[in-house]
């Protein structure tokens, strides 16, 4: 498999559950990224990942917990979200985070929240 | 705060014309910019990225250009196809940091 996978794709949960989304990337890059991208909102970056280590969280609320194990897997972990939370997901990978990498996106995970 | 502002948010025309998507960013000082492709119920697709320092980028039926100064970028789609309708996003790299600030995006429609 190549490129940057997302799982699952689509995600419907009520605001009590707990549950995670996953993204691999195979391109062997050592940065990688979570983004949210909610109707009529430009795509908003929520947290940076270089080399395992966090280097940016926007101000995103702590129901939303990333977790980064290596540089090809990360994860990002859903407690008590709100409806307004629901939004795609996109995963995006780049070698590094020092310009002018390009970032390469995964098909992102539809979440719904009820 | 980077705002970009992509014009027009929607866009129909007929198989064969040729077309411009429009990107303005308000701080010039950037690293550089990305036009995106996203199909729906797809991610991203990465069309051409333009250094600051260049001014335009070309890739087949695709050519992007770069006036940094004036805080602009044109994506210039020719003979269009109905296999071209997506949602075009530019996106532009601060010079300092990574975090890429995105557009809306435009809707294109080509019709047969």
């Known amino acids: 498999e190549t490129g940057v996978t997302q799982t699952p794709r689509h995600l419907v949960m009520g605001m009590t559950n707990k549950k995670s989304l996953k993204c691999e990337q195979h391109?062997?890059?050592?940065?990688m990224y979570w983004y949210k991208q909610s109707a009529k909102k430009p795509l908003e970056l929520m947290f940076v990942?270089?080399?395992?280590?966090?280097?940016e969280n926007n101000s995103v609320p702590s129901r939303f917990s990333p977790e980064c194990p290596n540089s090809s897997h990360l994860f990002l972990h859903l407690h008590t979200l709100q409806p307004e939370d629901s939004a795609l997901y996109l995963c995006?990978?780049?070698?590094?985070?020092?310009?002018?990498?390009?970032?390469?996106f995964g098909p992102g995970t539809r979440l719904t929240v009820t | 705060k980077q705002e970009v502002t992509q014009i027009p948010a929607a866009l129909s025309v007929p198989e064969g014309e040729n077309l411009v998507l429009n990107c303005s960013f308000t701080?010039?000082?950037?690293?550089?910019l990305q036009w995106f492709r996203q199909d729906p119920g797809k991610g991203l697709t990465s069309l051409l990225l333009?250094?600051?320092?260049?001014r335009e980028q070309t890739s087949g039926r695709l050519n992007a250009s770069l006036d940094k100064s004036s805080g602009r970028s044109t994506l210039y789609i020719a003979a269009s196809q109905p296999g071209d309708s997506a949602t075009y996003l530019c996106?532009?790299?601060?010079?300092?940091?990574?975090?890429?600030?995105f557009g809306k995006g435009t809707s294109l429609l080509v019709t047969p």
């Open positions: 995006a990978s780049s070698q590094g985070t020092r310009l002018p990498y390009e970032q390469y």
């Open positions: 391109l062997g890059h050592n940065a």
């Open positions: 990942y270089n080399f395992k280590e966090q280097t």
């Open positions: 701080d010039s000082a950037i690293y550089n």
């Open positions: 333009i250094q600051s320092s260049q």
């Open positions: 996106a532009v790299s601060p010079d300092s940091g990574y975090a890429l600030n």
